[in-house]
């Protein structure tokens, strides 16, 4: 009986590699752009006498309507303009990329690589096609590549990680503008950094119809949430909501978004301490000539190792207790590239002995 279940189970999921989130036990974990703070003894006793109130036996607003109300003042969404909220940026991907799928094979979802593997995950789970236009050697934009293939594949969404997850690099607004203006379709800047970047596409919400701005509560320290809102058009966000599933924001995601949000200024003195911590650890790693290190706009730092295995390296790292992110690559733009999430001081400080001793190997 169970392999007559399991042959329905379409060949593309079958070759799919799970989404891999290694164990962190024990170790000073750096290897998931989360926000290293908490929120202050006094807010988390906040918190809890609001979340003690909350109506766990019934279901959460449909419509989370105060929760998206905040979110538009908080993200200076453009005032004729709405938003749908997903568990998680990964939701509003596979929404969008729900509503264009067909059996048309001429219906495509295009990114620019390396980027975020969710992007052709979610299109190879909802059975469309993905192009990926490979970056230039500095994750630049390739724009002859680009306007090729957008003139060639006509894609139905172009997403645009800003910034870039993995090389933390934003790209030139202009040609950002170009791409939005040529393509045939939706363009979606997908700005889960944006505490970081203090850059953001939103305010053009009203240049581009054709723009929609994907932000994520994840960066800001509220990763347990699963919290993210798409922007755009309210013809398009209309859509987009009727794929959405009853009641995906459950009741207490709702009260402790809501809670926080009041309470911005804590998140705010956090991403600064981040990017101030960010630009230490970025010239303490540039001092060591074995490495090259890319310059960072979000809060993570990819480096690649020169002389030495990078698989070495982490595994050296590792066993001295801090976790990274591999990007096992041993060829392409990712050779021998590692990537470190900026964490606190202590943190911070526990990787560089880490790898100063693993470099010394």
């Known amino acids: 009986m169970l392999e007559k279940s399991l042959r329905w ?37 906040e918190l809890q006498n609001k979340l003690s109130q909350a109506a766990l036996n019934r279901y959460p607003d449909p419509s989370a309507i105060t929760l998206r109300n905040k979110l538009k003042q908080v993200m200076q969404v453009p005032v004729d303009k709405e938003i749908v909220l997903g568990n998680g940026s990964d939701e509003l991907i596979q929404m969008l990329a729900m509503a264009v799928a067909s059996h048309d094979d001429d219906v495509c979802l295009m990114s620019f690589e390396p980027g975020f593997v969710m992007y052709k995950m979610i299109a190879d789970f909802v059975d469309i096609d993905y192009v990926g236009v490979s970056l230039r050697e500095d994750f630049s934009l390739d724009m002859d590549s680009i306007r090729q293939a957008i003139k060639q594949y006509r894609p139905a969404i172009i997403f645009i990680a800003y910034p870039n997850n993995p090389s933390a690099n934003c790209y030139n607004e202009s040609q950002i503008e170009e791409i939005i203006s040529i393509a045939p379709g939706m363009v979606v800047l997908d700005e889960a950094y944006h505490p970081f970047a203090q850059t953001s596409f939103m305010h053009r919400l009203t240049d581009f119809e054709n723009l929609l701005v994907m932000r994520t509560v994840s960066k800001m320290g509220l990763a347990g949430l699963r919290l993210g809102l798409l922007c755009g058009h309210p013809a398009i966000i209309n859509e987009i909501d009727k794929i959405r599933l009853p009641y995906n924001i459950n009741v207490l995601t709702q009260v402790s978004a809501e809670f926080v949000l009041d309470n911005l200024v804590c998140l705010d003195d956090q991403a600064r301490l981040i990017r101030d911590e960010r630009e230490q650890l970025f010239s303490a790693m540039s001092a060591n000539t074995e490495l090259q290190v890319f310059p960072s706009q979000a809060n993570f730092i990819l480096f690649r190792v020169l002389n030495k295995s990078a698989d070495d390296i982490f595994n050296s790292i590792k066993s001295s207790g801090v976790l990274i992110k591999n990007m096992r690559a041993n060829q392409g733009l990712l050779k021998n590239c590692l990537r470190v999430t900026v964490g606190t001081a202590e943190e911070n400080k526990a990787f560089m002995l880490a790898l100063t001793d693993a470099m010394n190997k």
């Open 9 to 45: 189970i379409r060949p593309v999921i079958k070759n799919i590699k799970a989404y891999h989130v290694p164990d962190a036990s024990g170790l000073i974990k750096l290897d998931a752009m989360e926000n290293p703070y908490q929120l202050s003894a006094v807010l988390k006793t």
